[in-house]
């Protein structure tokens, strides 16, 4: 009859072997148990050692299962979409993922660059430690816009890809005309494409009758018509701020 330390010393063997299984295959398709069997081939005359082999071949097998099922773990992709880099990276780490290739912007990113879209995409499961593609695009500085006339700084903000809303100021000067006097975000602020930018615009009493006057401005013959419209909005009811930003769902009916 085989010593308790040949059994030790099998039993380590085979436990080696079945850990093995989790990262290569065997050559020639050998299942766990055929390679378990034959290598504990000398053990057979023992009840004994037969009941060994049963319990390492049986810790061998959820050895394997367990491997099996950490292979089928899977991870959601987070939505990365508007996050600055630095803050994508971190949302990737916590969700056990890397980011991968960073498209977008040539030579060393800045700070303030943000993520515009991601491979794989939101939402998608993907495996543990997976790489995501990340395209970036560089912030918008807001220009300088305080003290020029109304059709000229929302023209400039529409050529960066801004939006804009108003908030009325009113003057005393009858024949003033409409300028800003003061904008959110501040002069070279970084901001991401489409971001609202306020003006608050000093106007005279009689607003209303400035529309047929601002509407004949060299600017504002190069407006698209959302910006047209914000403007037109804006003069035609100058008590209330108004922006491009979309207001509140009308209740259902």
Do not use: W
Request: hydrophobic content about 40%; some cysteine.
């Amino acid at each position: 009859m085989i010593g308790s330390g040949a059994f030790i010393s099998n039993g380590a063997k085979a436990f080696r072997l079945s850990r093995l299984r989790c990262t290569r295959s065997r050559p020639g398709g050998r299942t766990p148990a055929a390679h378990l069997t034959n290598t504990l081939q000398p053990t057979r005359g023992s009840r004994s050692t037969g009941v060994l082999l049963i319990l390492v071949m049986a810790l061998g097998a959820l050895t394997l299962t367990g491997c099996s099922k950490k292979k089928e773990e899977k991870v959601l992709v987070p939505n990365l979409q508007q996050q600055d880099l630095d803050q994508a990276e971190k949302a990737l780490a916590a969700a056990g993922l890397k980011p991968g290739n960073i498209s977008g912007a040539s030579g060393t990113i800045p700070p303030g660059a943000y993520v515009i879209a991601h491979t794989p995409a939101a939402g998608q499961q993907v495996a543990p430690n997976s790489a995501v593609d990340l395209v970036v695009e560089l912030p918008i500085s807001v220009p300088t816009l305080t003290g020029s006339k109304l059709t000229d700084a929302v023209s400039l903000l529409q050529g960066l890809g801004l939006k804009v809303g108003f908030v009325k100021k009113s003057s005393v000067n009858p024949f003033g005309t409409t300028k800003v006097d003061q904008q959110d975000p501040a002069a070279n602020s970084p901001v991401h494409r489409g971001a609202v930018v306020t003006l608050t615009v000093s106007t005279p009493p009689d607003i209303g009758a400035l529309l047929g006057l601002v509407s004949k401005e060299p600017a504002y013959q190069n407006l698209k018509p959302e910006y047209k419209n914000v403007l037109a909005a804006f003069l035609g009811n100058p008590s209330t701020p108004r922006s491009m930003e979309p207001g509140p769902e009308p209740p259902a009916k």
